[in-house]
């Protein structure tokens, strides 16, 4: 999940969008005013589901009141038929108490959260949820900015675990999905402590930015673990398959996880990690993986072509409306 350039909105877009943001501009407020088919809101409102987003600070930071409702949603957030306390930062679990009731419903649904509880400053003066889990974290031997960090994701967690029992309570349990990925790493930490938490030593060029997607029906009886190289951009193609939505691959920069073949993740300035190795092109030094094949020759700069037409795409996607001149 790579942070990219202009802000943290960034990453939300390209895990919404499957494009790749542009340097110097708010491209999820530009992708306002264009259409924006291939959108899950929009993907599943065609198809009779009640579409809602939530996000539990102000309702039009980032822009996200001109966004989201674009995006095939009816958008909530605190100040806009959302009424969750105004502290910092506001609690996830308070978002979905007021939220699923909404929600859940003999229709089928489709809501989007945008979490903002294991947001920084990480301290336990200036962040209310992890003063509220202080408590859980004080054994840990860590830094009080990791603790803080561990203790404000902790609301997340419990707010997960609400749901989950509010829709088996109703009996929806067996027909939902939960799609749960990050937006950026935690940048408000330091890289001491971000190690702390991870446990080991991390490469900053690329190890920052690893985090984990968890994708999850009641169905699974136990956890399936598919371990490899992907991206926020993979998440909008994997699930517009696994729903059976109809996609033109071309028209989005990512890949159905669940496909087999040569995955990668690309980063902003065109560095990318693949099962052949690291690219950093800040470097410009190639790093083969440990016991991996030899790779095609003039794999690297394939690759870098190939992310330079992911940048190029996703612009013109966005800056000439594309989706609009070919779906009307």
């Known amino acids: 999940n790579p942070l990219w350039w ?128 202080r408590d859980e974290v004080g054994h840990e031997d860590m830094s009080e900015n990791a603790r803080a960090y561990l203790a404000c994701q902790m609301e997340l967690d419990q707010a997960l675990e609400y749901t989950l029992q509010y829709l088996e309570e109703t009996g929806h349990l067996e027909d939902t999905v939960i799609c749960l990925s990050a937006d950026h790493y935690p940048y408000g930490l330091d890289l001491e402590d971000i190690e702390s938490i991870a446990g080991k030593e991390l490469d900053p060029a690329f190890d920052l930015e690893h985090s984990t997607l968890i994708l999850w029906c009641s169905e699974m009886e136990e956890p399936v673990y598919v371990d490899k190289y992907c991206e926020s951009s993979d998440i909008l193609p994997t699930l517009l398959n696994l729903f059976g939505v109809e996609f033109d691959s071309r028209l989005l920069m990512g890949r159905d996880i669940l496909w087999e073949g040569q995955d990668f993740a690309a980063f902003r300035n065109y560095s990318f990690i693949s099962d052949y190795g690291r690219y950093n092109a800040s470097t410009g030094v190639f790093t083969p993986a440990e016991g991996a094949p030899e790779p095609p020759e003039g794999y690297v700069q394939d690759m870098v072509d190939e992310i330079r037409q992911m940048y190029a795409y996703s612009k013109t996607i966005v800056y000439d409306n594309y989706y609009g001149k070919v779906f009307g």
């Open 6 to 133: 202009v802000s943290t909105s960034d990453g939300e877009y390209v895990a919404t969008t499957s494009l790749i943001p542009k340097p110097g501009v708010w491209s999820m407020y530009r992708s306002g005013s264009n259409d924006m088919y291939f959108a899950m809101g929009n993907q599943l409102r065609a198809l009779g589901y009640k579409t809602m987003a939530f996000h539990n600070h102000t309702w039009d930071y980032y822009h996200r009141d001109v966004s989201h409702p674009n995006l095939g949603y009816d958008y909530r957030g605190l100040g806009h038929g959302l009424d969750v306390t105004p502290v910092w930062p506001e609690s996830d679990v308070e978002m979905m108490q007021l939220s699923l009731p909404e929600i859940v419903g003999d229709q089928p649904f489709h809501a989007y959260y945008m979490t903002v509880s294991g947001h920084m400053n990480y301290t336990f003066l200036g962040n209310s949820m992890a003063a509220k889990h």
